[in-house]
C-alpha cells in the first residue's frame, strides 16, 4: 500500500490562486462569506498539526487591513465584514474585491504575486 507523501508542504500563495481562479471546487459559487469560513476552518485544523499558521501572508494582511483601511481603534470592524460592506453586500462582488486588496497587498508590502496557474 502506497502511502500519500507527506513532505509535500502547504503553499499558502498557491492555494490562494487556486480559490481565486476555480472557487467552484472549493465552496461553489464565489463568495467572501464562504471563503472566509473555509480560512478559519483550515487554520483551526492546521492547528491540530501545526504549532505556527501556515497563513503568514493572509494573517499579516488582516493587521494591515485593520491597520491601514478600516482604522477602527476599538476594535469593532472585522475585515471580511468591512469588504462585504464596502462591496454593497454582494457576497460575489466581495469575494473579487478582497483579492484585488489581497494582491495589491502582497505586492506593494512584500513584492510577491500570486503564481499563475497553468492550464
Not at 472557487?23 to 491540530?48: C, K, Q
Not at 482604522?71 to 462591496?87: F, P, Q, V
Request: net charge negative.
Amino acid at each position: 500500500m502506497n502511502l500519500p507523501n507527506t513532505d509535500s508542504k502547504f503553499d499558502e500563495l498557491v492555494f490562494f490562486a487556486q480559490v481565486k481562479k476555480k472557487p467552484g471546487l472549493f465552496f461553489g459559487e464565489p463568495s467572501l462569506l464562504s471563503f472566509r469560513d473555509l480560512l478559519f476552518g483550515m487554520e483551526y485544523a492546521f492547528s491540530f498539526y501545526c504549532q505556527e499558521s501556515p497563513f503568514k501572508y493572509f494573517s499579516l494582511f488582516v493587521t494591515w487591513y485593520h491597520e491601514e483601511i478600516i482604522k477602527d481603534r476599538n476594535g469593532y470592524a472585522c475585515w471580511w465584514n468591512h469588504i462585504l460592506y464596502t462591496s454593497g453586500n454582494d457576497d460575489a462582488d466581495a469575494f473579487d474585491s478582497f483579492f484585488h486588496t489581497f494582491e495589491k497587498y502582497l505586492r506593494n508590502v512584500h513584492n510577491v504575486c500570486l503564481p499563475e496557474e497553468n492550464e
